[in-house]
């Protein structure tokens, strides 16, 4: 069997049906298609890596050039307009777009040296990637999406085919299934055996605001068990699926100045400012996962809305797609989750200044009205995903700097009836016509937010508020926490 090499950028969905089950899928949604080649002996020649990369060259041309990956600034590779890579830091101050490339070893060797080969990499750069968390292997290559081609699926056969793994010792005793579990790269002297798929995140998501923040500052608390932290905007708690090095994990460890790394017991959104409990034994990381199955974790956040909401509980059903943007809806819809927050009060602020909104990148999502906000003191009694920020956005109060609901808010509220979903929702004849409203009102929300939103968790207690912890002023108020 000849060697081969599968390239491509996959669909979201994909990218996360391949990961384990403790990564995150990515906020922001990828740009994917997927292709399969198969080479000769000599294979990574030249005219091969131009075939590849040719369809998404003006992509990486024009982008890397204003805000390249890595440093120093690269010039545009001869062979396939990919920068000429380095190292990954210095950090960027933007992301460019998603690189992932998909192999199946062809020889046997150090994991670093074949990734280089392959792809035509730096030792140095690769070994930045793995250091990261951007590397992935499985012993069997994984099923190619339905959308794949008679020739990808053919090579994926071949390399998959009974006979061809009767030879392998390695997945001796394993289900196909089981032998296609990914799992992450964690060293450069790694062996990979020949027939072992390998994913790797060349241009992996970066946090610049984590470089930034004084991190000793952010310290809430620290004892035998956890730390609290009070996170910024901008920052991921425990990483990516494509970066777990540039975490508020990862910092607030070394801001201490801890031997063991700190693990994440519960997550906010990237763009989610305010507390959250950093485990510092994976025995406590436990023990908070089950008081939060119990619900003995209260959590309150203030959310800076554009229009103000009424006091009182309010009530949606969230659709059970693990995909953004979240829908939701104002009636019951069997299977969708129940989503519940209590408003406990909200009083009219300020609308954050040109200063204030320049300094923590707040994006300008339309809104007509900025001379007032609308700070909201919020129970979340359920935690979804992006919970608060659809909830208000179905309320008609997007909270201020939401690139992403606030656009659809403003168009339901311009068109009455554009939400299948909401209060206003229209009667449709056929399940087609509905599905086409269904993905006209996904096409009203915008990108996820770059750094900030008007949303912090602003305190966080537990069994009975004998542990009790606030964070500091909100980003919009100006002050310093």
């Known amino acids: ?25 990515f906020g922001t949604p990828l740009a994917l298609a997927r292709t399969f080649a198969s080479a000769s002996s000599n294979v990574f020649s030249r005219r091969h890596r131009r075939v590849v990369c040719c369809s998404n060259t003006p992509t990486f041309t024009a982008e890397l050039t204003a805000s390249s990956d890595i440093s120093p600034p690269a010039t545009a590779s001869s062979f396939n307009s990919y920068p000429e890579y380095n190292r990954l830091l210095p950090c960027p101050s933007q992301n460019g777009p998603p690189r992932v490339e998909h192999l199946v070893v062809s020889e046997g060797g150090r994991v670093l040296d074949y990734i280089c080969k392959a792809l035509d990499l730096p030792p140095l750069f690769v070994a930045d990637l793995i250091h990261f968390g951007s590397v992935y292997y499985a012993l069997v290559c994984p099923e190619p999406p339905p959308s794949a081609t008679p020739e990808q699926v053919r090579l994926f056969k071949e390399v998959t085919a009974p006979s061809v793994l009767r030879k392998r010792p390695s997945i001796k005793g394993k289900t196909v299934r089981e032998a296609q579990k990914t799992f992450r790269i964690t060293d450069v002297n790694e062996f990979v055996e020949t027939g072992t798929y390998l994913r790797v995140h060349v241009h992996p998501k970066r946090f610049p605001r984590c470089y930034k923040i004084d991190w000793k500052s952010r310290i809430i608390a620290v004892t035998e068990s956890y730390v609290v932290l009070d996170k910024p905007a901008g920052t991921s708690v425990g990483g990516t699926t494509d970066n777990i090095e540039e975490s508020c ?33 994976k025995e406590y990381c436990s023990v908070f996962h089950g008081k939060i199955r119990e619900k003995r974790v209260k959590k309150l956040y203030l959310a800076l809305a554009a229009a103000p909401m009424p006091v009182g509980i309010v009530t949606h059903y969230m659709r059970p797609v693990n995909i953004a943007p979240r829908l939701i809806s104002e009636d019951f819809i069997k299977g969708w989750h ?13 609308w ?59 168009a339901e509220i311009t068109s009455p009836g554009l ?10 004849t056929t399940e087609s016509d509905k599905e086409t409203a269904v993905a006209e009102w996904i096409s009203k929300h915008g990108k996820e937010p770059g750094v900030a939103i008007g949303l912090q968790a602003c305190q966080i207690s537990w069994d009975d508020e004998e542990h009790f912890y606030k964070a500091g002023y909100p980003w919009w108020t100006g002050e310093i926490a």
């Not at 201490?256 to 950093?278: A, F, Y």
């Not at 129940?338 to 300020?350: G, H, R, S």
């Not at 007509?368 to 008609?396: D, V």
């Open 352 to 410: 954050p200044s040109t200063v204030i909104e320049e300094k923590y990148h707040i994006e300008d999502s339309g809104w007509p009205l900025k001379n007032s906000a609308f700070e909201c003191k919020i129970n979340l009694l359920t935690g979804r995903t992006h919970q608060i920020r659809t909830q208000l956005a179905a309320c008609g109060a997007p909270i201020v700097g939401d690139s992403m609901y606030m656009p659809a808010a403003i």
């Open 419 to 428: 939400n299948p979903f909401g209060k206003n929702k229209k009667q449709y």
């Open 1 to 25: 069997m000849g060697p081969a090499i599968l390239t491509s950028i996959f669909t979201n969905g994909l990218v996360s049906s391949l990961c384990t089950s403790n990564c995150r899928s």
């Open 338 to 350: 129940l989503c519940q927050l209590e408003v406990l009060e909200c009083k009219e602020v300020p």
């Open 249 to 281: 994990a990862t910092f607030a460890t070394r801001a201490l100045g801890l031997t063991t790394p700190l693990m994440t017991t519960h997550q906010i959104d990237n763009c989610t400012e305010g507390c959250v409990v950093l485990a510092r034994t």
